[in-house]
Structures are given as structure tokens and as C-alpha cells.
């Protein structure tokens, strides 16, 4: 079909790095450390059985029916509860149940942005929200950060520069850097957007995923109004649910939320919102984070373990408290790019870093995830890998 039958704002879209890398990655023999993917063994699928089971019989005809865009109640009621733990004050009105946090990030997008908006995004940066703003039309200003977060200097200047509507960030456990935004980032990041009258998108769907150190609070309590909280249970419960939330304490910014979501999809799964509320009602949360956490520290030890042993000297890695992914950069003039057919010859996987820069560069880093291999094929996979990689830095 003719590209220019397409809108303009889809011409450019190409389809994401890494589902297609995904697809190479498809075949048994590849172990592979490219996807986002929880373990499926962490799935609590007899539980939620159950629960399914328990709902539709005792109330099959409301689930089943439409439901309200702004999410159920009860839920809404639970969610208020559930983030307390992160030092977040809100009442169950300004929880907005979401498809999935992803949601929450094209919301803003389609609430905020006209095209030729200016959105400051990290470099690099989660390459969904990179294309959820190239999808309307945005223009990307990459800012550069730190093991902290934003570089307080460099974000100051973009603001002044760009006069952006919105900064996006991933505060904690960040996709793809494994980073978490010291307080006094979260704190420096909220005052200059009530600076430059700029609204954020906090995004933090791994922030219960820690294996070590302690909790920050989240950066939205430094200013409810002009931040956004997206949560997520996908990887804390399962990503097939669709059950994600927006705190958002500031009434207009919720009223053009709830509009979206009327033309996006009406309102999010009934079924998969009462499993969620089950769980958050029932007490069963903690527990199950605790279990999750224990196996996935595991994992990332036996990865950091792995890249010691076999990596070659030039390679870096950031060492995360929590989340699912490794962030490794090579020496410059080394591509991940190149590195990676080499690699699916030798039976292992990854992402390379470039798609994550909004602007160019980077093509000197790679992604490992943590969560979905095996501990056997972790071992075996970061051996692969090693040998690969010497072949050429050595
Ligand atoms: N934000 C980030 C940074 C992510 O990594 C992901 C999951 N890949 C999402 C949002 C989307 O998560 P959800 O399943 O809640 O839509």
C-alpha cells in the first residue's frame, strides 16, 4: 500500500527494535537475554484460577458487563492503599485504573501533545515511550544522566531551551539502565518543572522489584500536581492481566485522562481489575513480591557473577538494586550491532543499545535481561556471550 495513504505521523514509524529482534530470538536453542519478560515460573496461575473462578460465580453478570473508564472502586480504594508504601498521599478518585501502565504514557501523549511539542526523554531511553511520542508527532529532546538520574545542569538547559510540555523518566530501576533517581534528583527534577511550567511522567513499573538498598520515595510526592505516577502489576502479578494505574492528583489532567482512555478502550478488563483488587485485598502482595524478589536477586548475582568471569576487560556494566535488566557499554568504536549476529550464531541474545537513544549514539551499549532465563542458561548464555564479545575486543 502506498506509505503516503498512511498519516503523516505514521510514515517514519518503524516497528520496534526489539520485537523484531524477539523474533529471532524465537528459535529453543537461543538462550536469550533480549526480551523484558518476567519468569514465567513467578506467574501465580493457580491463584488467580481460583479467583477467577470465585468471581464469575459470584458475580458473572457485572463482570461481564461494561464498566467505568475511570476503573473499579474497589480497586481504586485498594490502589490508594497499595502505594502509601511508596509515600504516595492520594485519594481513591485519583487512581485511574489503566490497561497496563503503558497506557498511562500514551494517554499523556494524546492529552499534552500537538506536533512540533517539545518532550525531554533520558538518553537513552524505554523505547515504547520514545515511539508513543514520535506517534504524536513530538519532538524528542534526549537529555543526559547519571547513575542518579537526569544531570540536574543539562535537564535546566533543555527546560530554558526547548520549553518542553512534558518529562518522561523511569525513576526507579530504570528500563534499559537498571539506573534508580537519588532523592535529591527526584526533588531537583520537581522543582525545575514547577520552574519552567512543565508537567512529568513518573513511570515506574519495576519499582517493587528490589533485591538491595533502600526505597526512595517517589519523585510525585515532590509535586502531585505536576506529576503524573504510572504503577503497573504486570511484573509484579502477570503483564497478561492489563492492569495498570495513574496517580494523578491534579482533577483537569485526570479529566482529559479519562477521556482518552473513553476512545481508547472504553475501560480495562473487569475480570483482570477484580483479580487484581483480589489479590490486594486478600493481603497476598507482599508475600508474593518477597518470593519474586529472592529468585530475581538470584539471578542478577549469577549474572553479575557471569559477566565477571567471562567478560573481556573494556566491557562496563551498572550494578542495579532491582529491576530486570543489566546495562553493559563496550569501548567506543565496538557495536553492539555487529556484535549481534555473531552472538545468535553462538546461541545467545541480547538488545543493542542504540534503539534506545531517541537522537543517534549509543551504539556501543547492550541490555541484558535477567528475569526469564533459566539459572542454567544464565550461566551457560553469559559464557556465550564472553566468548563473543572477546572476539572483539581482544
Ligand atoms: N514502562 C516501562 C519502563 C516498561 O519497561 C514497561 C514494560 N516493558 C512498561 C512501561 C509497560 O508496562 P505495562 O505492562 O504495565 O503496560
Known sequence: MAEKRFAKRM????????????????????????GGLPAPSSFPVATIKKMAAEILAE??????????????????????????????????????VLSGSQQGIDLMGKAFLDAGDRVIVEEPAYLAAIQIFRSYEAELVPVKGDEEGYDPGALERALKEHQPKLIYLVSTFHNPTGITYSL????????????????????DPYGDLRYSGDRVQALQTFNPERVVYLGSFSKIIAPGLRIGYAVAHNPEIR?????????????????????????LSQGLLPDHIDSICQDYKAKRDLMLAGLEEHFPAGAKWVRPDGGLFLWVTLPEGISA??????????????????????????????????????????????????KVLKEFLD
Open 255 to 279: 479529566q482529559k485522562l479519562v477521556i482518552g482512555k473513553q476512545g481508547a478502550d472504553v475501560h480495562t478488563s473487569n475480570l483482570s481489575q477484580r483479580i487484581v483488587h483480589s489479590f
Open 59 to 96: 458475580d458473572g453478570p457485572v463482570v461481564l458487563q461494561y464498566g467505568t473508564t475511570e476503573g473499579y472502586w474497589p480497586l481504586r480504594e485498594a490502589i490508594a492503599e497499595w502505594v502509601k508504601v511508596k509515600g504516595i498521599e492520594a485519594s481513591p478518585e485519583q487512581i485511574l
Open 184 to 203: 535529591e534528583r527526584r526533588k531537583k527534577v520537581a522543582e525545575l518543572a514547577a520552574k519552567y511550567d512543565c508537567y512529568v511522567i513518573e513511570d
Open 11 to 34: 510514515w517514519h514509524a518503524s516497528s520496534n527494535a526489539i520485537r523484531e529482534i524477539l523474533k529471532v530470538t524465537e528459535r529453543p536453542e537461543v538462550i536469550s537475554f533480549a
Open 337 to 386: 550491532v555487529d556484535v549481534f549476529p555473531r552472538a545468535i550464531e553462538e546461541n545467545v541474545a541480547f538488545v543493542p543499545g542504540a534503539p534506545f537513544f531517541a537522537r543517534g549514539g549509543g551504539e556501543n551499549t547492550l541490555r541484558l535481561n535477567f528475569s526469564n532465563a533459566s539459572f542454567d542458561q544464565l550461566k551457560t548464555g553469559c559464557a556465550r556471550l564472553g
